[in-house]
């Protein structure tokens, strides 16, 4: 064999070297690219199964406590003490948060022109130390918009980052009408809602002393529940974050409950998840 013939033999034995070389490395990282999907996805059904797991409980919770026929929902329920701090994990950490809606005012109230509603907001804002504009504003986005779904809606219609957290501390977006609980609202908006420091403090000092009121504390102290309150809800949420291996998951779900003939029912309004 010539010496040229030799060398273009060698170039080729090499080029099929090298390629071969490739193809091993290409098949090794399409492998490893396959198993670390697979165990990703692995993680990400596991941890939505713990999301998932989560809200059931505290579905469950929430409709046992309306087949009891409990005049009142407070803190102290098995409904909230589904809530838990955050633990610890093998694989990560899971946290699960429970909120009564109605401890908030609904700002769809707002809807149709409500003037009840429009004077218990500015005293709840006035309490809160808001902003004065914001009953009017928020007025006038509703009639524009109709009800809102979310707080976040709220950007549309000129609201920025800071107002809708601020707004968020006091009000939620429900679809029905609702009133605000006295048993989970907060001291700031008990206060606002009585608009009468004695009576306020009167309250407050009933539900410190039990967890909650019933009608019969009202009565018994002489306190007459304001106009657009009650000591019952309809509408909880339920925050859940799960950290689990490579998934880190937020769910975020508004359950509402319905007493239909006897029966007691509990389904979900919306829902909201992300991958972080």
């Not at 046992?64 to 838990?84: F, I, M, T």
């Amino acid at each position: 064999m010539k010496q040229s013939e030799s060398g273009i033999v060698l170039v080729q034995v090499l080029v099929i070297v090298a390629f071969a070389s490739a193809m091993t490395l290409t098949l090794m990282i399409v492998q490893d690219q396959a198993v670390a999907f697979e165990r990703k996805s692995g993680d990400r059904l596991q941890a939505q199964a713990l999301l998932r797991g989560a809200e059931s409980s505290v579905v469950s919770a929430f409709r046992r406590d309306g087949q009891l026929g409990s005049s009142v929902d407070h803190y102290g329920e098995a409904w909230y003490l589904a809530s838990q701090v955050p633990i610890d994990l093998p694989q990560g950490a899971f946290s699960v948060s429970v909120r009564d809606e109605q401890s908030r005012f609904n700002i769809n109230n707002l809807a149709n022109g409500n003037l009840a509603a429009k004077a218990m907001f500015a005293r709840i804002v006035a309490a809160a130390k808001g902003d004065a504009s914001w009953n009017d504003r928020l007025v006038a986005a509703i009639a524009l918009g109709g009800p809102v779904s979310d707080m976040s809606d709220l950007a549309a219609f000129g609201f920025d980052e800071t107002e809708i957290t601020a707004l968020t501390s006091i009000g939620c977006t429900l679809p029905d009408t609702t009133t605000i609980n006295l048993n989970t609202a907060s001291d700031t908006l008990v206060r606002a809602l009585f608009d009468n420091p004695l009576s306020a403090g009167k309250l407050l000092a009933l539900r410190s002393r039990g967890g909650y009121v019933t009608r019969e504390d009202l009565s018994d102290a002489s306190l007459l529940a304001p106009a657009g309150t009650g000591l019952t809800t309809q509408f909880i949420s339920v925050e859940a974050n799960i950290n689990w291996s490579s998934a880190d998951m937020y769910s975020r779900t508004l359950l509402a409950r319905h007493t239909y003939g006897g029966g007691v029912n509990v389904q979900t309004i919306r829902r909201v998840t992300h991958k972080q």
